[in-house]
Protein backbone atom coordinates (compact mmCIF):
# COMPACT_ATOMS: atom_id res chain seq x y z
CA UNK A 1 0.00 0.00 0.00
CA UNK A 2 2.84 2.35 0.73
CA UNK A 3 3.17 5.44 -1.49
CA UNK A 4 4.23 8.89 -1.23
CA UNK A 5 3.14 9.89 2.73
CA UNK A 6 4.41 14.13 3.00
CA UNK A 7 2.93 15.91 6.03
CA UNK A 8 3.09 19.64 7.57
CA UNK A 9 3.58 20.28 11.17
CA UNK A 10 0.33 20.24 12.73
CA UNK A 11 -0.50 24.05 13.80
CA UNK A 12 -1.17 25.35 17.17
CA UNK A 13 -4.79 25.65 17.39
CA UNK A 14 -4.10 29.06 19.48
CA UNK A 15 -3.65 31.32 16.50
CA UNK A 16 -5.39 32.32 12.88
CA UNK A 17 -3.12 30.76 10.16
CA UNK A 18 -0.55 32.99 9.08
CA UNK A 19 1.12 33.28 5.72
CA UNK A 20 3.85 31.09 7.88
CA UNK A 21 1.48 28.39 7.80
CA UNK A 22 0.28 28.89 4.78
CA UNK A 23 3.59 28.59 3.07
CA UNK A 24 4.41 25.20 4.69
CA UNK A 25 0.91 24.14 3.60
CA UNK A 26 1.29 25.31 0.23
CA UNK A 27 4.68 23.90 -0.25
CA UNK A 28 3.14 20.85 0.74
CA UNK A 29 0.44 20.68 -1.38
CA UNK A 30 3.04 21.83 -4.53
CA UNK A 31 4.48 18.74 -4.07
CA UNK A 32 1.78 16.31 -3.10
CA UNK A 33 0.14 17.57 -6.91
CA UNK A 34 3.15 17.22 -8.32
CA UNK A 35 3.61 13.52 -7.53
CA UNK A 36 -0.32 12.56 -8.27
CA UNK A 37 0.30 14.07 -11.35
CA UNK A 38 3.44 11.54 -11.71
CA UNK A 39 0.62 8.80 -11.01
CA UNK A 40 1.82 7.80 -7.30
CA UNK A 41 -0.16 7.29 -5.05
CA UNK A 42 -0.27 10.41 -2.29
CA UNK A 43 -1.17 10.60 1.82
CA UNK A 44 -0.91 14.32 2.30
CA UNK A 45 -1.56 14.85 6.10
CA UNK A 46 -2.13 18.27 8.45
CA UNK A 47 -4.10 18.90 10.95
CA UNK A 48 -4.06 20.88 14.65
CA UNK A 49 -2.11 20.32 17.74
CA UNK A 50 -4.35 20.98 20.40
CA UNK A 51 -2.97 19.54 23.74
CA UNK A 52 -0.39 21.44 26.26
CA UNK A 53 -0.25 24.53 28.55
CA UNK A 54 -0.32 27.00 25.54
CA UNK A 55 -3.50 25.87 24.41
CA UNK A 56 -4.98 25.45 28.12
CA UNK A 57 -3.90 29.42 28.71
CA UNK A 58 -5.28 30.71 25.76
CA UNK A 59 -8.50 28.89 26.24
CA UNK A 60 -8.82 30.57 29.67
CA UNK A 61 -7.97 33.81 28.77
CA UNK A 62 -10.43 33.64 26.34
CA UNK A 63 -12.98 32.32 28.61
CA UNK A 64 -13.53 29.49 26.60
CA UNK A 65 -12.85 25.36 27.76
CA UNK A 66 -9.98 23.91 25.70
CA UNK A 67 -11.72 21.82 23.61
CA UNK A 68 -14.16 24.55 22.68
CA UNK A 69 -11.31 26.89 21.51
CA UNK A 70 -9.59 23.88 19.38
CA UNK A 71 -13.13 23.00 17.82
CA UNK A 72 -13.13 26.23 16.83
CA UNK A 73 -9.48 26.66 15.46
CA UNK A 74 -9.52 23.79 13.80
CA UNK A 75 -12.50 24.68 11.73
CA UNK A 76 -10.37 27.88 10.64
CA UNK A 77 -7.23 26.27 9.45
CA UNK A 78 -9.54 23.67 8.00
CA UNK A 79 -11.26 26.23 6.46
CA UNK A 80 -8.64 28.40 5.37
CA UNK A 81 -7.04 24.96 3.24
CA UNK A 82 -10.21 24.20 1.63
CA UNK A 83 -10.30 27.69 0.22
CA UNK A 84 -6.70 27.51 -0.80
CA UNK A 85 -7.61 24.73 -2.65
CA UNK A 86 -4.90 22.36 -0.12
CA UNK A 87 -5.62 18.72 -1.27
CA UNK A 88 -4.87 16.87 1.87
CA UNK A 89 -6.19 13.53 2.33
CA UNK A 90 -6.34 13.24 6.01
CA UNK A 91 -6.99 16.28 8.91
CA UNK A 92 -5.57 14.96 11.93
CA UNK A 93 -6.49 16.69 15.16
CA UNK A 94 -4.53 15.29 18.37
CA UNK A 95 -7.65 15.52 20.37
CA UNK A 96 -9.17 12.66 18.44
CA UNK A 97 -9.97 9.24 20.51
CA UNK A 98 -8.08 7.39 17.73
CA UNK A 99 -4.59 9.38 18.39
CA UNK A 100 -4.74 9.25 22.32
CA UNK A 101 -5.23 5.54 22.00
CA UNK A 102 -1.86 5.53 19.69
CA UNK A 103 -0.35 8.05 21.83
CA UNK A 104 -0.70 5.87 24.98
CA UNK A 105 0.22 2.67 23.19
CA UNK A 106 3.31 4.26 21.78
CA UNK A 107 4.40 5.43 26.02
CA UNK A 108 3.62 1.82 26.78
CA UNK A 109 5.65 -0.02 24.66
CA UNK A 110 8.48 2.67 25.82
CA UNK A 111 7.50 1.73 29.24
CA UNK A 112 7.56 -1.91 28.87
CA UNK A 113 11.14 -1.80 26.87
CA UNK A 114 12.75 0.18 30.04
CA UNK A 115 13.03 3.23 28.09
CA UNK A 116 11.05 5.22 30.49
CA UNK A 117 11.97 6.43 33.80
CA UNK A 118 10.93 9.17 37.10
CA UNK A 119 12.75 12.06 38.16
CA UNK A 120 13.39 15.66 39.79
CA UNK A 121 13.44 18.03 37.08
CA UNK A 122 14.21 21.41 37.94
CA UNK A 123 14.78 24.42 35.44
CA UNK A 124 13.12 27.25 33.41
CA UNK A 125 10.23 26.13 31.26
CA UNK A 126 8.93 28.47 28.63
CA UNK A 127 4.90 28.07 28.11
CA UNK A 128 5.02 30.36 24.90
CA UNK A 129 7.82 27.30 22.99
CA UNK A 130 6.29 24.95 25.14
CA UNK A 131 9.76 23.86 26.46
CA UNK A 132 12.54 23.50 29.29
CA UNK A 133 15.54 26.04 29.24
CA UNK A 134 18.57 25.74 31.56
CA UNK A 135 20.14 28.69 33.19
CA UNK A 136 22.70 29.00 30.76
CA UNK A 137 20.69 29.10 27.75
CA UNK A 138 18.16 32.42 29.57
CA UNK A 139 18.51 35.78 27.52
CA UNK A 140 19.29 38.06 30.73
CA UNK A 141 18.67 35.59 33.22
CA UNK A 142 14.96 35.31 32.90
CA UNK A 143 13.71 35.18 29.35
CA UNK A 144 13.67 32.40 26.74
CA UNK A 145 16.20 32.76 24.14
CA UNK A 146 13.64 31.59 21.30
CA UNK A 147 10.81 34.09 21.74
CA UNK A 148 11.73 36.14 24.54
CA UNK A 149 9.20 35.96 26.84
CA UNK A 150 9.74 35.75 29.94
CA UNK A 151 10.01 31.86 31.51
CA UNK A 152 9.08 30.15 34.84
CA UNK A 153 11.30 28.43 37.04
CA UNK A 154 9.91 25.23 38.08
CA UNK A 155 10.28 21.84 40.14
CA UNK A 156 8.71 19.23 39.70
CA UNK A 157 8.37 14.91 39.54
CA UNK A 158 8.75 14.27 35.52
CA UNK A 159 8.85 11.25 33.45
CA UNK A 160 11.46 11.03 31.27
CA UNK A 161 12.30 8.94 28.35
CA UNK A 162 15.90 7.94 27.37
CA UNK A 163 16.85 9.72 24.12
CA UNK A 164 20.55 9.68 25.26
CA UNK A 165 20.63 5.95 24.55
CA UNK A 166 20.13 6.93 20.51
CA UNK A 167 22.46 9.46 20.24
CA UNK A 168 25.24 7.71 18.44
CA UNK A 169 22.34 5.34 16.26
CA UNK A 170 21.48 9.12 15.10
CA UNK A 171 24.79 10.78 14.16
CA UNK A 172 25.24 7.12 12.15
CA UNK A 173 21.86 7.72 10.51
CA UNK A 174 22.40 11.30 9.54
CA UNK A 175 25.79 10.38 8.56
CA UNK A 176 25.27 7.69 6.09
CA UNK A 177 22.14 9.44 4.80
CA UNK A 178 23.55 12.90 3.61
CA UNK A 179 20.02 13.35 1.71
CA UNK A 180 18.02 12.75 5.52
CA UNK A 181 17.70 16.08 6.14
CA UNK A 182 17.44 19.06 3.79
CA UNK A 183 18.86 21.79 2.98
CA UNK A 184 22.49 20.82 4.05
CA UNK A 185 23.20 23.63 6.42
CA UNK A 186 20.15 22.05 8.39
CA UNK A 187 21.50 18.70 8.98
CA UNK A 188 24.73 20.52 9.92
CA UNK A 189 22.92 22.36 12.05
CA UNK A 190 21.79 19.04 13.94
CA UNK A 191 24.93 17.56 13.78
CA UNK A 192 26.58 20.30 15.37
CA UNK A 193 24.07 20.05 18.10
CA UNK A 194 25.05 16.61 18.24
CA UNK A 195 28.21 17.18 19.44
CA UNK A 196 27.19 17.72 22.51
CA UNK A 197 26.30 14.78 25.13
CA UNK A 198 22.48 14.57 24.57
CA UNK A 199 20.13 14.30 27.76
CA UNK A 200 17.16 12.40 28.27
CA UNK A 201 14.09 13.80 27.37
CA UNK A 202 11.38 14.77 29.49
CA UNK A 203 7.55 13.40 28.06
CA UNK A 204 5.21 14.35 30.88
CA UNK A 205 3.91 17.36 33.08
CA UNK A 206 2.32 16.71 36.55
CA UNK A 207 -1.63 16.85 36.59
CA UNK A 208 -1.48 19.52 39.17
CA UNK A 209 0.39 21.95 37.03
CA UNK A 210 -1.64 20.79 33.48
CA UNK A 211 -4.79 19.49 32.78
CA UNK A 212 -4.78 19.19 29.65
CA UNK A 213 -3.26 16.71 27.86
CA UNK A 214 -3.33 12.62 27.47
CA UNK A 215 -3.01 11.07 30.57
CA UNK A 216 0.09 8.95 31.12
CA UNK A 217 -0.90 5.33 30.52
CA UNK A 218 1.61 4.04 33.46
CA UNK A 219 0.35 7.04 35.74
CA UNK A 220 -3.03 9.23 35.75
CA UNK A 221 -1.35 11.63 37.57
CA UNK A 222 0.62 12.94 34.61
CA UNK A 223 0.04 14.16 31.27
CA UNK A 224 1.95 13.42 28.06
CA UNK A 225 4.22 16.11 27.14
CA UNK A 226 2.82 17.94 23.97
CA UNK A 227 5.73 18.02 21.67
CA UNK A 228 5.38 14.23 22.00
CA UNK A 229 2.15 13.66 21.61
CA UNK A 230 1.81 16.13 18.51
CA UNK A 231 4.54 14.19 16.81
CA UNK A 232 3.22 10.87 17.47
CA UNK A 233 0.16 12.01 15.42
CA UNK A 234 2.53 11.57 12.18
CA UNK A 235 2.41 8.00 13.12
CA UNK A 236 -1.55 7.81 13.75
CA UNK A 237 -2.56 9.13 10.64
CA UNK A 238 -0.29 6.58 8.87
CA UNK A 239 -2.71 3.89 9.78
CA UNK A 240 0.21 1.43 11.15
CA UNK A 241 -1.22 0.80 14.33
CA UNK A 242 -4.79 0.42 15.37
CA UNK A 243 -5.90 2.58 18.21
CA UNK A 244 -6.95 -0.93 20.46
CA UNK A 245 -3.55 -2.79 19.23
CA UNK A 246 -1.71 -4.26 22.12
CA UNK A 247 1.84 -2.70 22.39
CA UNK A 248 3.40 -5.52 21.62
CA UNK A 249 1.33 -6.08 18.02
CA UNK A 250 2.78 -6.10 14.13
CA UNK A 251 1.99 -2.39 14.02
CA UNK A 252 5.01 -1.28 15.58
CA UNK A 253 6.91 -4.16 14.46
CA UNK A 254 6.31 -4.34 10.77
CA UNK A 255 4.44 -1.19 9.89
CA UNK A 256 4.24 -2.96 6.09
CA UNK A 257 0.62 -2.44 5.01
CA UNK A 258 0.69 1.09 6.01
CA UNK A 259 1.61 4.30 4.75
CA UNK A 260 4.52 3.86 7.80
CA UNK A 261 7.25 5.23 7.19
CA UNK A 262 6.89 8.70 5.80
CA UNK A 263 8.17 10.00 2.93
CA UNK A 264 8.77 13.58 3.93
CA UNK A 265 8.31 15.45 6.87
CA UNK A 266 8.19 19.40 5.29
CA UNK A 267 8.66 22.01 8.62
CA UNK A 268 10.06 25.15 9.33
CA UNK A 269 13.44 25.44 10.73
CA UNK A 270 11.95 26.33 14.04
CA UNK A 271 11.28 23.25 14.58
CA UNK A 272 14.36 21.34 13.48
CA UNK A 273 15.50 19.51 16.82
CA UNK A 274 11.92 18.19 17.75
CA UNK A 275 11.77 16.22 14.28
CA UNK A 276 15.20 15.57 13.78
CA UNK A 277 16.90 14.28 17.02
CA UNK A 278 13.49 13.88 19.35
CA UNK A 279 11.26 12.48 16.51
CA UNK A 280 13.54 9.92 15.16
CA UNK A 281 14.94 8.70 18.88
CA UNK A 282 11.38 8.27 19.88
CA UNK A 283 10.42 6.04 16.62
CA UNK A 284 14.31 3.87 17.39
CA UNK A 285 12.60 3.51 20.59
CA UNK A 286 9.86 1.98 19.69
CA UNK A 287 11.40 0.24 16.98
CA UNK A 288 9.70 1.94 13.87
CA UNK A 289 11.54 2.59 10.90
CA UNK A 290 12.69 6.44 10.17
CA UNK A 291 10.65 9.56 8.23
CA UNK A 292 12.41 8.85 4.72
CA UNK A 293 13.57 12.89 4.73
CA UNK A 294 12.91 15.70 6.52
CA UNK A 295 12.48 19.40 4.40
CA UNK A 296 13.29 22.00 7.21
CA UNK A 297 12.36 25.20 5.44
CA UNK A 298 12.81 29.07 6.20
CA UNK A 299 11.54 31.80 7.91
CA UNK A 300 9.33 34.33 6.58
CA UNK A 301 9.77 37.87 8.27
CA UNK A 302 7.87 40.87 7.45
CA UNK A 303 10.29 43.50 5.62
CA UNK A 304 12.81 43.60 8.56
CA UNK A 305 10.64 42.70 10.88
CA UNK A 306 9.52 38.85 12.48
CA UNK A 307 6.27 38.82 12.16
CA UNK A 308 4.71 38.79 15.38
CA UNK A 309 0.78 39.87 17.23
CA UNK A 310 2.37 42.58 19.22
CA UNK A 311 3.51 43.89 16.74
CA UNK A 312 1.01 43.91 14.72
CA UNK A 313 2.25 42.92 11.05
CA UNK A 314 1.06 39.61 11.08
CA UNK A 315 0.12 38.83 6.96
CA UNK A 316 -3.51 36.96 6.51
CA UNK A 317 -3.00 35.25 3.57
CA UNK A 318 -7.11 35.04 3.36
CA UNK A 319 -6.91 38.49 2.64
CA UNK A 320 -4.34 38.28 -0.12
CA UNK A 321 -6.57 35.84 -1.31
CA UNK A 322 -9.51 38.01 -1.34
CA UNK A 323 -7.79 40.47 -3.93
CA UNK A 324 -6.01 38.59 -5.85
CA UNK A 325 -7.07 35.19 -5.51
CA UNK A 326 -5.94 31.95 -3.97
CA UNK A 327 -3.20 31.09 -6.61
CA UNK A 328 -1.53 34.33 -6.82
CA UNK A 329 -0.85 33.55 -2.98
CA UNK A 330 0.35 30.44 -3.72
CA UNK A 331 2.52 31.58 -6.11
CA UNK A 332 3.93 34.57 -4.73
CA UNK A 333 5.22 32.18 -1.58
CA UNK A 334 6.12 28.91 -3.12
CA UNK A 335 7.90 31.22 -5.71
CA UNK A 336 9.32 33.27 -4.17
CA UNK A 337 11.10 32.22 -1.14
CA UNK A 338 14.23 30.02 -2.19
CA UNK A 339 12.92 26.50 -0.71
CA UNK A 340 15.28 26.23 2.51
CA UNK A 341 16.34 29.45 3.10
CA UNK A 342 14.58 32.57 4.40
CA UNK A 343 12.45 35.56 2.40
CA UNK A 344 10.87 38.84 3.34
CA UNK A 345 7.55 39.70 2.49
CA UNK A 346 6.60 43.13 1.24
CA UNK A 347 3.49 43.87 -0.83
CA UNK A 348 6.06 45.38 -3.29
CA UNK A 349 7.21 42.00 -3.97
CA UNK A 350 3.72 40.54 -3.88
CA UNK A 351 2.92 42.79 -6.74
CA UNK A 352 6.05 42.26 -8.38
CA UNK A 353 5.37 38.52 -8.51
CA UNK A 354 1.65 38.93 -9.60
CA UNK A 355 2.44 41.06 -12.15
CA UNK A 356 5.26 38.20 -13.22
CA UNK A 357 2.08 35.97 -13.59
CA UNK A 358 -0.16 38.40 -15.17
CA UNK A 359 2.18 39.80 -17.84
CA UNK A 360 4.46 37.43 -18.34
CA UNK A 361 2.02 33.82 -18.48
CA UNK A 362 -1.25 35.40 -18.29
CA UNK A 363 -0.65 37.97 -21.55
CA UNK A 364 1.02 34.97 -23.48
CA UNK A 365 -2.09 32.92 -22.81
CA UNK A 366 -4.30 35.32 -23.98
CA UNK A 367 -2.35 36.86 -27.23
CA UNK A 368 -2.51 33.25 -28.45
CA UNK A 369 -5.79 32.24 -28.00
CA UNK A 370 -7.11 35.03 -29.47
CA UNK A 371 -4.96 34.73 -32.18
CA UNK A 372 -5.65 31.08 -33.10
CA UNK A 373 -9.44 32.05 -32.74
CA UNK A 374 -9.01 35.49 -34.79
CA UNK A 375 -6.49 33.75 -37.63
CA UNK A 376 -7.85 29.99 -37.36
CA UNK A 377 -11.31 29.90 -36.10
CA UNK A 378 -10.47 28.63 -32.74
CA UNK A 379 -8.71 25.17 -34.07
CA UNK A 380 -4.69 24.58 -33.64
CA UNK A 381 -3.45 24.06 -36.36
CA UNK A 382 -2.01 20.61 -37.37
CA UNK A 383 1.39 21.68 -38.12
CA UNK A 384 4.91 21.14 -36.90
CA UNK A 385 4.94 22.36 -33.28
CA UNK A 386 8.76 22.15 -32.42
CA UNK A 387 9.71 25.63 -32.58
CA UNK A 388 10.32 26.25 -28.87
CA UNK A 389 11.16 22.00 -28.90
CA UNK A 390 14.76 22.83 -26.98
CA UNK A 391 14.01 25.19 -24.64
CA UNK A 392 10.60 23.37 -23.92
CA UNK A 393 12.66 19.76 -23.33
CA UNK A 394 15.28 21.70 -21.30
CA UNK A 395 12.05 23.13 -19.18
CA UNK A 396 11.22 19.75 -18.41
CA UNK A 397 13.94 18.00 -17.62
CA UNK A 398 14.96 20.84 -15.58
CA UNK A 399 12.13 21.16 -13.97
CA UNK A 400 11.64 17.54 -12.97
CA UNK A 401 15.35 17.47 -11.31
CA UNK A 402 14.14 20.55 -9.45
CA UNK A 403 10.72 19.05 -7.88
CA UNK A 404 12.71 16.01 -7.03
CA UNK A 405 15.25 17.55 -5.56
CA UNK A 406 13.20 19.98 -3.50
CA UNK A 407 14.47 22.97 -5.21
CA UNK A 408 10.07 23.93 -5.86
CA UNK A 409 11.31 27.83 -6.09
CA UNK A 410 13.34 26.78 -9.01
CA UNK A 411 10.92 24.36 -10.78
CA UNK A 412 8.80 27.15 -10.66
CA UNK A 413 11.08 30.11 -11.84
CA UNK A 414 12.27 28.20 -14.92
CA UNK A 415 8.75 27.34 -15.84
CA UNK A 416 8.42 31.05 -16.36
CA UNK A 417 11.37 31.14 -18.36
CA UNK A 418 9.35 28.73 -20.73
CA UNK A 419 6.75 31.66 -21.13
CA UNK A 420 9.24 34.61 -21.19
CA UNK A 421 10.74 32.51 -24.13
CA UNK A 422 7.57 31.76 -25.62
CA UNK A 423 6.77 35.79 -25.17
CA UNK A 424 10.03 36.49 -27.67
CA UNK A 425 9.21 33.76 -29.96
CA UNK A 426 5.93 35.44 -30.82
CA UNK A 427 7.72 39.18 -31.10
CA UNK A 428 10.33 36.95 -33.36
CA UNK A 429 7.79 35.40 -35.61
CA UNK A 430 5.41 38.29 -35.63
CA UNK A 431 2.43 36.27 -36.62
CA UNK A 432 0.20 39.52 -37.03
CA UNK A 433 2.18 39.66 -40.32
CA UNK A 434 2.25 36.42 -41.08
CA UNK A 435 -1.27 36.63 -41.31
CA UNK A 436 -1.86 39.24 -43.51
CA UNK A 437 0.57 37.03 -46.16
CA UNK A 438 -1.38 34.24 -47.79
CA UNK A 439 1.89 32.71 -48.70
CA UNK A 440 3.18 32.65 -45.49
CA UNK A 441 0.19 30.43 -43.77
CA UNK A 442 2.50 27.38 -43.37
CA UNK A 443 4.35 29.84 -41.08
CA UNK A 444 1.62 31.04 -39.24
CA UNK A 445 0.52 27.47 -38.55
CA UNK A 446 3.56 26.38 -37.30
CA UNK A 447 3.83 29.70 -35.37
CA UNK A 448 0.62 29.10 -33.29
CA UNK A 449 1.07 25.30 -32.77
CA UNK A 450 4.25 26.05 -31.36
CA UNK A 451 2.95 28.29 -28.73
CA UNK A 452 -0.34 26.16 -28.06
CA UNK A 453 2.42 23.40 -27.12
CA UNK A 454 4.29 25.18 -25.27
CA UNK A 455 1.39 26.88 -23.24
CA UNK A 456 -0.08 23.39 -22.67
CA UNK A 457 3.08 22.13 -21.07
CA UNK A 458 3.23 24.98 -18.75
CA UNK A 459 -0.05 24.54 -17.58
CA UNK A 460 0.69 20.65 -16.86
CA UNK A 461 4.19 22.57 -15.09
CA UNK A 462 2.46 24.75 -13.42
CA UNK A 463 -0.82 22.75 -11.93
CA UNK A 464 0.85 21.57 -8.82
CA UNK A 465 1.62 25.37 -7.90
CA UNK A 466 -2.02 26.70 -8.90
CA UNK A 467 -3.68 24.03 -9.73
CA UNK A 468 -7.18 26.45 -10.43
CA UNK A 469 -6.01 29.05 -12.87
CA UNK A 470 -3.58 26.21 -14.67
CA UNK A 471 -6.45 23.62 -14.86
CA UNK A 472 -8.29 26.81 -16.13
CA UNK A 473 -6.13 27.42 -19.05
CA UNK A 474 -5.84 24.09 -19.83
CA UNK A 475 -9.14 23.61 -20.96
CA UNK A 476 -9.14 26.89 -22.78
CA UNK A 477 -6.26 24.77 -24.55
CA UNK A 478 -8.47 22.55 -25.14
CA UNK A 479 -7.02 19.70 -23.18
CA UNK A 480 -9.40 19.01 -20.45
CA UNK A 481 -9.39 20.31 -16.46
CA UNK A 482 -6.57 18.16 -15.97
CA UNK A 483 -3.43 18.67 -17.96
CA UNK A 484 -1.17 15.53 -19.60
CA UNK A 485 1.29 14.51 -17.19
CA UNK A 486 4.77 15.18 -17.65
CA UNK A 487 5.48 11.62 -19.30
CA UNK A 488 2.26 12.27 -21.83
CA UNK A 489 4.70 15.77 -22.59
CA UNK A 490 7.03 13.48 -24.48
CA UNK A 491 4.57 12.75 -26.98
CA UNK A 492 2.20 15.79 -27.11
CA UNK A 493 0.25 16.20 -29.97
CA UNK A 494 -2.06 19.64 -29.91
CA UNK A 495 -3.30 19.80 -33.81
CA UNK A 496 -6.75 20.04 -34.11
CA UNK A 497 -7.42 21.10 -30.51
CA UNK A 498 -10.41 23.90 -30.22
CA UNK A 499 -9.17 26.63 -27.70
CA UNK A 500 -11.34 29.18 -25.93
CA UNK A 501 -10.87 32.63 -24.68
CA UNK A 502 -12.00 33.59 -21.09
CA UNK A 503 -11.92 36.28 -19.38
CA UNK A 504 -8.18 37.38 -18.24
CA UNK A 505 -6.19 34.51 -16.04
CA UNK A 506 -4.35 36.84 -14.20
CA UNK A 507 -6.65 40.26 -14.19
CA UNK A 508 -4.36 43.61 -13.75
CA UNK A 509 -5.23 44.69 -10.16
CA UNK A 510 -4.02 48.54 -9.65
CA UNK A 511 -2.18 48.82 -5.84
CA UNK A 512 -4.80 49.17 -3.12
CA UNK A 513 -7.78 49.11 -5.58
O1 LIG B 1 5.31 24.51 16.08
N1 LIG B 1 7.89 31.52 8.36
O2 LIG B 1 3.08 24.79 15.54
P1 LIG B 1 3.03 26.29 15.01
C1 LIG B 1 7.83 30.27 7.85
N2 LIG B 1 2.43 22.65 16.90
N3 LIG B 1 7.10 29.29 8.39
C2 LIG B 1 6.40 29.57 9.48
C3 LIG B 1 6.41 30.85 10.08
C4 LIG B 1 7.20 31.85 9.45
N4 LIG B 1 7.28 33.09 9.91
N5 LIG B 1 5.62 30.82 11.16
C5 LIG B 1 5.11 29.55 11.25
C6 LIG B 1 4.15 24.13 16.07
N6 LIG B 1 5.56 28.80 10.23
C7 LIG B 1 3.81 22.75 16.57
C8 LIG B 1 4.20 21.73 15.51
S1 LIG B 1 4.41 19.23 14.59
C9 LIG B 1 4.39 17.69 15.24
C10 LIG B 1 3.98 20.31 15.91
C11 LIG B 1 5.20 27.41 9.94
O3 LIG B 1 1.58 26.62 14.88
C12 LIG B 1 6.43 26.51 9.91
O4 LIG B 1 6.09 25.33 9.22
O5 LIG B 1 3.88 27.17 15.83
C13 LIG B 1 6.62 26.20 11.37
O6 LIG B 1 7.44 25.07 11.59
C14 LIG B 1 5.19 25.97 11.80
O7 LIG B 1 4.43 26.93 11.03
C15 LIG B 1 4.98 26.19 13.29
O8 LIG B 1 3.60 26.17 13.53
Given amino acids: MKGYYLTTPIYYATGEPHIGHAYTTFLADTIARYRRQAGEKVRFLTGT????????EEAARRDMEPLELCDQMAERFRAAWDRMDISYDRFIRTTEQEHVAIVRSFLTRLHERGLIYEDFYTGWYCVHEERYWTKKDLVDGENCPDCGRPVREIEEKNYFFRMSRFQADLIRHIEENPDWIVPEMRRNEVLGFLQNPLSDLSISRPRTRL??????????????????DALINYVTASEAITPDAHPDEQGFTDPAGSWWPASLHIIGKDILTTHAVYWPTLLMGVGLPLPEKILAHGWWVVGEAKMSKSLGNVVDPLALEEEFGKDAVRWYLVREMPTGHDASYTPERFLARYEELANILGNLASRVISMVERYREGIVPSARADGLHEVEARTVHRYEDAMESLRIHEALGGAMELAREANGYVENREPWAQAKDPTRADDLDETLATLIHTLTILAALLFPAMPTKMGELSERLGSGAAPPTLAELATLEVGGRTVQQGPPLFPRVLPGS
Fill in 49 to 56: DEHGQKIQ
Fill in 211 to 228: KWGVPLPFDQDHVTYVWV
